[in-house]
């Protein structure tokens, strides 16, 4: 998804943003919203919002009967959602889902086939300039100038928001030792790590102190470390920062840990919503056992108060207590099992399943 920078900038200045996140944060299915719980943060600096907080609106996006066509195939299909401002929100699906296309309708860089989208209140149809100076977009690809250094691919990009050059050097400086790339603003991009290039790339949207940031399978291809990296300042951003956060993403662990709420998404549909939690107690029972390399055993859907699921040499049985399970791993001698806590992965594989997405346009 490559992104349009030609809306107007935000006059209020960037914060001087420090570390300092609490650990608490990364409960995969309890998302914090305290925002007194750091205090290395001045929140008030680095508010998101209009000085007329009072026209702002509760709802940041909200779309109705959402439909985009290429080509004749309904790469998204009547979907309806909303995403509340100050949380995070998550798109998440397989490749060929639709969430790249419901991303780039948003961010103003596709228009709708039909329905309705709004941002800020804003038409995207009719109102796209002023929609853009309000959101930051993070595209799935990479689209740093290769030419230019780190500290000039952000000051040359906040040009296009008419910041001036005094203010865009002062907010490429405090951005860079918020994501840890103070030391490197000198750098070459080239010589840069796929976690520093994809941490650059949230630098460069945070410029203009966006309301909304917006970003399509920000941590795709980056090793775990790097991710929880991410995770840790794209959390901190909103919940002391006060930023809505609009992700895709195909990581179960990503959308547990991030999310507040989010939509899961198949075939340009809309198959649940929830937060994460709410999903995991509505769609698969608290406890799961999991068999690993189960060959050609038969999955045992004759008992009561369990539900059962093969996927991918692999069975998974649900119920409400661990104990109800137990006997159920006497059948399984010699394989690998192991009963936890149900997670989002389960909800998703109940969902999805392993079907191959029908077109690599709704990707």
Known sequence: MEEDVCGEGVSHPVASLALGVDENMLDSL???TDASKSPSLEASRFAANDPASGALHSEVVIARNLTKVYNKHKAIDDIEFSVKR??????LGPNGAGKSTTMRMIACRT???SGQLLVEGLDVR??????????GVVPQDNN??????????????ASYYRI?????????????DFIGLGNRADAKIEHLSGGMKRRLMIARALLHNPRVLVLDEPTTGLDPQVRQEIWQKLEELRRVGGVTILLSTHYMEEAEKLCERLVVMDRGHILASGTPRDLVLSRVSRYALEVRDVGDLPLDTTRNGISAVARNNAHFYFAA????????????????????????????????GDNEPESPSAA
């Open 30 to 32: 309890h998302p914090k």
């Open 144 to 157: 740093l100038d290769p030419d230019l250094n780190v500290r000039r691919n952000l000051i040359v990009y």
């Open 86 to 91: 100050g949380e995070t929100f998550g798109l």
């Open 321 to 352: 207590e661990a104990e109800i399970l137990t006997p159920l791993m006497k059948e399984y001698e010699g394989r690998r099992r192991m009963i936890r806590l149900s997670n989002l992965e389960d909800v998703f594989l109940q969902l999805v």
């Open 111 to 113: 228009p709708p086939t």
């Open 126 to 135: 009719t109102q796209g300039r002023e929609i853009r100076g309000l959101i």
């Open 164 to 176: 001036a050059s005094k203010e865009a050097a002062l907010r490429a400086a405090e951005l860079l």
